[in-house]
């Protein structure tokens, strides 16, 4: 029989909606309102048409009263045919109103321990958590043809109306260095955010980070 001869310190890969630790926590039960994988594990989801009994997506307008929680993932949920893990229409789901999560969190955020994690109400990533608490866009490299495409051009330069000078591409899409001669556009990545009380934990893999709730 093997022995385990090493011990590591590092925290194990998370999965969307799965429970970081065993903190004291809160859950309660609601049905999925959404269509099939509409609503995920990890995200957060708001009061429904029956109140206290179905959930759904945020929608714009949303506020702290009208956020529930974060849906938890259910280990005894079913693959369908692709593989994938889908949250079915009228499917009981846990909500976690307390406690710490790995929750889903918008492209381009950079969580921070003890910082606020904010959700996005409005958007594509709608219902995941960043760490923006208004509308955020960043530049991004496209194509000279693109629409709405910019040429960036040298800071001595006086731009023309489809120009932009390289120190204002910012911010710029991640892992992208604005250089003179590239064309880019502005995308926003996500729109209204609202705080719900919620912290970001010490950790993050891709995609998702630990959330703290205590709604």
Same mark, same amino acid.
């Given at each position: 029989?093997?022995?385990?001869?090493?011990?590591?310190?590092?925290?194990?890969?998370?999965?969307?909606?799965?429970?970081?630790?065993?903190?004291? @926590?809160?859950? %309660?039960?609601?049905?999925?309102?959404?269509?099939?994988?509409?609503?995920?594990?990890?995200?957060?989801?708001?009061?429904?048409?029956? /109140?206290?009994?179905?959930?759904?997506?945020?929608?714009?307008?949303?506020?702290?009263?009208?956020?529930?929680?974060?849906?938890?993932?259910?280990?005894?949920?079913?693959?369908?045919?692709?593989? /994938?893990?889908?949250? *079915?229409?009228?499917?009981?789901?846990?909500?976690? *109103? /307390?406690?710490?999560?790995?929750? *889903?969190?918008?492209?381009?955020?950079?969580?921070?321990?003890?910082?606020?994690?904010?959700? %996005?109400?409005?958007?594509?990533?709608?219902?995941?958590?960043? @760490?923006?608490?208004?509308?955020?866009?960043?530049?991004?490299?496209?194509?000279?043809?693109?629409?709405?495409?910019?040429?960036? =051009?040298? @800071?001595?330069?006086?731009?023309?109306? @489809?120009?932009?000078?390289?120190?204002?591409?910012?911010?710029?899409?991640?892992?992208?260095?604005?250089?003179?001669?590239?064309?880019?556009?502005? /995308?926003?990545?996500?729109?209204?955010?609202?705080? =719900?009380?919620?912290?970001?934990?010490?950790?993050?893999?891709?995609?998702?980070?630990?959330?703290?709730?205590?709604?």
């Amino acid at each position: 029989m093997a022995a385990q001869l090493d011990y590591g310190y590092s925290t194990p890969k998370g999965v969307a909606g799965g429970k970081f630790d065993i903190a004291y @926590d809160e859950v %309660v039960t609601r049905k999925n309102e959404e269509e099939d994988g509409v609503l995920k594990y990890g995200m957060v989801a708001m009061v429904g048409t029956s /109140k206290g009994t179905d959930v759904k997506v945020p929608t714009t307008g949303a506020t702290k009263a009208t956020i529930e929680g974060i849906v938890l993932r259910a280990a005894n949920t079913e693959q369908d045919m692709k593989g /994938k893990v889908v949250v *079915r229409k009228n499917a009981s789901v846990g909500i976690l *109103r /307390k406690g710490h999560v790995w929750g *889903r969190i918008s492209q381009e955020c950079a969580p921070e321990y003890m910082k606020t994690a904010y959700v %996005v109400v409005d958007g594509e990533d709608v219902g995941c958590f960043t @760490d923006q608490s208004v509308t955020y866009s960043v530049y991004v490299k496209v194509g000279a043809g693109d629409s709405g495409a910019k040429e960036v =051009i040298a @800071d001595t330069a006086t731009p023309t109306s @489809d120009q932009i000078k390289v120190s204002e591409v910012t911010p710029a899409s991640a892992g992208y260095v604005p250089t003179i001669g590239d064309y880019v556009v502005s /995308k926003q990545l996500h729109g209204a955010t609202v705080d =719900i009380g919620a912290r970001f934990g010490n950790a993050s893999d891709d995609g998702i980070a630990v959330i703290e709730i205590n709604m």
